[in-house]
């Protein structure tokens, strides 16, 4: 109950914040058309490049923050699968370009850390649609010595890195404090580089965590076969 309470909480937040603005600026549109039914030519204007635009964008966040929200399934193809198949998705419903870099050796982690990096890509990726105003985002998890490496980074305008570093939810939101918690919570930290100053710099999410595998199966039994045999003493013959 808690969970769901979390959830609609933040389908609310942002549809007011976001959503709710397209759909004013689209009645305060049809107030204009309404005293300047006169000239045809200027009605078909407003209808055509603000009404309409106004409602389409509304439209396309709708959906976009359905799907961002859509919990994925693990169980089917893996966490490597999922990201890619999650992406194209999350491409499809904003116009980003996003390309993906995934190791298949994270489908080896447990479940509950496949889950827990999923929700942090997804997070990263809510971030993006609502405050970067970028055309490409690219997501890479690639292992480096006992670890893996998870970086999702864009070409939007960025954000003063003091306000990633003072780690408050009133500066930053929601988002990225979450995000270091479910990190936490797996034994890595996440590191955030983004500069406002510059044009199109962009901001890059970067966040480090063990490798340690769940063994599968097979391996556990062929070990388990083998720790019996090394167990066992040969008695001497008669």
């Not at 929200?69 to 998705?89: C, F, M, W």
């Not at 960025?158 to 929601?174: C, E, I, L, N, Y």
Request: aromatic share 4%; with cysteine; glycine share 6%.
């Amino acid at each position: 109950m808690s969970l769901q309470e979390c959830i609609q909480q933040r389908i609310a937040s942002d549809l007011h914040d976001s959503t709710c603005q397209h759909l004013i600026a689209a009645s305060l549109g049809l107030m204009r058309l309404r005293s300047c039914l006169n000239g045809q030519a200027s009605a078909a204007r407003l209808c055509d490049d603000e009404i309409d635009a106004s409602i389409d964008e509304a439209l396309r966040e709708i959906r976009a923050f359905a799907y961002l929200l859509h919990p994925q399934n693990l169980t089917v193809d893996g966490l490597k699968a999922t990201i890619e198949r999650y992406s194209r998705g999350f491409a499809a419903r904003t116009s980003l370009h996003v390309t993906t870099r995934i190791s298949s050796d994270i489908d080896r982690l447990s479940r509950e850390k496949q889950h827990s990096v999923l929700r942090v890509i997804q997070e990263a990726l809510t971030n993006v649609f609502r405050h970067a105003k970028a055309t490409e985002v690219r997501i890479v998890v690639a292992p480096t010595g006992g670890h893996f490496q998870l970086t999702v980074s864009d070409n939007g305008r960025g954000f003063p890195a003091d306000r990633a570093r003072s780690g408050t939810k009133s500066a930053m939101g929601v988002g990225i404090p979450a995000m270091r918690a479910r990190l936490q919570q797996i034994g890595g930290p996440l590191h955030v580089q983004s500069n406002a100053a510059a044009r199109h710099s962009g901001t890059t999410l970067l966040a480090v965590f063990p490798r340690d595998f769940v063994e599968s199966r097979r391996n556990r039994n062929a070990t388990t076969v083998v720790r019996a045999h090394a167990g066992t003493r040969c008695r001497p013959r008669c």
